[in-house]
Each structure stands twice: as C-alpha cells, then as structure tokens.
C-alpha cells in the first residue's frame, strides 16, 4: 500500500516561512507527478504546486513567487517551501502522487498550517 507522510506544518506569523516535506513508500523517480495541495475549512481542495518527473513546475496564481515546490527522488521525497506567508494560506496541507504511466494517484493524510495575522 502506498504511504504518503506530510510533515513541518505548524503555527507561524504573517510574513514568515515554513518547509512542508512528504515521504513516499514508493520510488517515485521517473513516473510520479507529485504535487500539494491545500483546503481550508468550508473550501474545496485546490491545488497548490506540483512537479513532473522532470522537473516541470505548476503553480497557483496565489502563491506563485512565494512557493517552491521541489523533489529528491533519491530520498522519494517532495517538499514545499513557503516563504512571506499570509493568513489566507491557512490550510490542510496535502502531499500527492499521480502516477503518469499506470492508473494511480495517492494522497497522504494532511498537515496543518496556520497563519496569524
């Protein structure tokens, strides 16, 4: 069974920084798009940034210049760092991994990030 393991939320002021890993069970290199994602309470999931296996980045337009989305396949890991964050970043936090070959797409369990004012 696929594992997806978020980590780093947490509690932090406006205007300040936090790194989101996610750890996968699986050997994500070559075939996994992996991505975040985030809903805030009474939202719908939306997607926050994602990578292909070769490094194509997506990012939303409200968090484009402030959000790094990265990938060590070594390490079958993802991370998002997210810098000048903002209260209206407060989210769940989700890792994802699309498999872009076969039929697959897995999530991990969330992470909480909350941004005070």
């Known amino acids: 069974q696929v594992q997806l393991v978020e980590s780093g939320g947490g509690l932090v002021q406006s205007g300040g920084s936090l790194r989101l890993s996610c750890v996968a069970s699986?050997?994500?290199?070559?075939?996994?798009?992996m991505g975040w994602y985030r809903q805030a309470l009474g939202t719908q999931r939306e997607l926050v940034a994602r990578?292909?296996?070769?490094?194509?980045?997506t990012y939303a337009d409200s968090v484009k210049d402030r959000f790094t989305i990265s990938r060590d396949d070594s390490r079958n890991t993802v991370y998002l760092q997210m810098n000048d964050l903002y209260p209206e970043d407060t989210a769940v936090y989700f890792c994802n991994a699309d498999n872009t070959v076969w039929a697959g797409n897995y999530w991990g369990q969330g992470t909480q990030v909350t941004v005070s004012s």
């Open positions: 990578i292909s296996p070769v490094g194509t980045t």
């Open positions: 699986i050997n994500i290199g070559s075939i996994y798009t």
